[in-house]
């Protein structure tokens, strides 16, 4: 029986690492969406942005700004603090409730 390795996390990650999670969460997300399995892919794009997040420099990102949110074009982001990686703050527009949203869904 071969015991699986434990994952690491995206934070522990070279960048090499990340890139290579990035490119087989896309890949894995591709089939899915070829074979109809929406939940699945949804969940993998999803991944894909957070393990992208770690390979971008939060101190780009500055609180106080608005952002463009990508794929939802028209849809601004407004940063009230930086946790890490995610943005925390509320769409503009929207229902003001705040949100935490990984800095690689944001336009720089």
């Given at each position: 029986?071969?015991?699986?390795?434990p994952?690491?996390r995206?934070?522990?990650?070279?960048?090499?690492?990340?890139?290579?999670?990035?490119?087989?969460?896309?890949?894995?997300?591709?089939?899915?969406?070829?074979?109809?399995?929406?939940?699945?892919?949804a969940?993998?794009e999803?991944?894909?942005?957070?393990?992208?997040?770690?390979?971008?420099?939060?101190?780009?990102?500055?609180?106080?700004?608005?952002?463009?949110?990508?794929?939802a074009?028209?849809t601004?982001?407004?940063?009230?603090?930086?946790?890490?990686?995610?943005?925390?703050?509320?769409?503009?527009?929207?229902?003001?409730k705040?949100?935490?949203?990984?800095?690689?869904?944001l336009?720089?």
């Amino acid at each position: 029986m071969q015991l699986l390795e434990p994952q690491k996390r995206y934070s522990e990650m070279e960048e090499f690492e990340l890139k290579q999670e990035i490119a087989r969460l896309k890949e894995k997300a591709r089939k899915a969406e070829q074979l109809g399995i929406v939940n699945e892919f949804a969940v993998l794009e999803r991944k894909a942005l957070m393990a992208e997040a770690y390979l971008m420099n939060p101190d780009d990102f500055t609180p106080g700004k608005m952002y463009e949110i990508k794929g939802a074009p028209g849809t601004y982001f407004k940063i009230d603090y930086m946790n890490g990686v995610f943005a925390w703050g509320y769409r503009v527009g929207g229902d003001g409730k705040e949100e935490g949203l990984p800095i690689s869904t944001l336009k720089l």
